[in-house]
């Protein structure tokens, strides 16, 4: 049995627990993991997708696509209905397995439910109903499900942050597909800075902040907070937020940490990615914005846009 995994949107990162799990509960599973985002996936995804997808989505398809045409007899799209508790996923996260069977209905799909907002302990509930989809599984099927139930989804090498560090803001689905930023990544390091991709950044886990309303949404929930504790405890020279034209998190997160970020006088720029622009653009405005950072700094300056703010004392 060949299983097709889409590494891709709000799957990424999560490739190996379920690939290890997946082997350990019937060893004659062969997993099949998408390969990084190329163009020829782009351009799939962009050919198969409505027009009210993110980016992140229509890359997604590109994807399952691409799994397809390799041969899967099964493709494994667990239903993402929450991944944290008191938190929901993203509507469009939700909905991507019905999306799917529609656009490929020749394809059989494994998509047990995951929701974590009553408990985390409905993730043991998730497993038995993905080994029960796979049907003949190893007999120490409950001793590998506590195993796995205690093991985190993903893990992600953590660094530090270091001198002339430019934090990178995003979802995980957005700076970890090297298609889509690594051009921008080389333009900052060959300016001699460095970028800090703000998922892989260390936050100890009792830090929370202090919102006035916390948000719906795990990811918005998981940014804002490892943002605000880097803010704490590192000084960072830029914040550049990628953001996802149509994306409903973002409208309402890029806001709110432009504001603070203005607030702490960090030069802020956002970057808002769709399929029509082009990346000569992006480079364009990543370079102008680092030269603004090194003309602050030789003449001192630490003045922000006073977008949104009057200039005046009425």
């Not at 390799?70 to 799209?77: A, H, R």
């Not at 918005?220 to 020279?237: M, Q, R, V």
Request: glycine share 4%.
């Amino acid at each position: 049995m060949i299983i097709g995994y889409p590494n891709s949107f709000a799957y990424i990162n999560m490739e190996d627990f379920f690939s290890n799990f997946l082997k350990e509960i019937n060893e004659n599973i062969e997993i099949v993991i998408s390969n990084e985002t190329t163009k020829d996936i782009f351009e799939k995804g962009i050919q198969v997708s409505i027009d009210e997808l993110c980016l992140p989505a229509k890359i997604f398809l590109g994807h399952v696509e691409h799994l397809i045409e390799q041969g899967i007899d099964i493709l494994l799209l667990p239903r993402l209905t929450s991944m944290n508790t008191k938190k929901y996923s993203c509507p469009k996260v939700i909905g991507m397995v019905d999306l799917v069977k529609n656009l490929f209905k020749n394809t059989k799909i494994l998509s047990p439910e995951l929701n974590l907002y009553d408990s985390y302990n409905n993730k043991q509930r998730f497993l038995f109903d993905l080994a029960n989809d796979i049907k003949k599984y190893n007999i120490n099927i409950k001793k590998i499900i506590n195993k796995y139930s205690n093991l985190p989804f993903k893990n992600i090498q953590k660094n530090s942050l270091c001198k002339n560090s430019i934090l990178l803001i995003a979802h995980e689905y957005i700076l970890f597909d090297e298609y889509l930023i690594n051009d921008i990544k080389n333009v900052i390091i060959d300016n001699n800075y460095f970028p800090v991709n703000v998922h892989e950044v260390y936050i100890p886990q009792f830090y929370n902040y202090n919102l006035l309303k916390p948000f719906f949404w795990h990811t918005a929930d998981e940014i804002i907070n490892k943002y605000l504790y880097i803010l704490e405890n590192n000084k960072l020279e830029g914040i550049i937020y990628f953001m996802s034209f149509g994306c409903g998190i973002d409208s309402i997160l890029e806001d709110i940490i432009k504001r603070i970020s203005n607030k702490n006088k960090i030069p802020y720029l956002c970057i808002t990615l769709d399929e029509h622009t082009g990346y000569g653009g992006y480079i364009t405005r990543v370079e102008a914005f680092l030269d603004m950072i090194e003309w602050r700094k030789k003449i001192n300056e630490n003045s922000v846009p006073t977008h949104g703010e009057s200039i005046y004392n009425c």
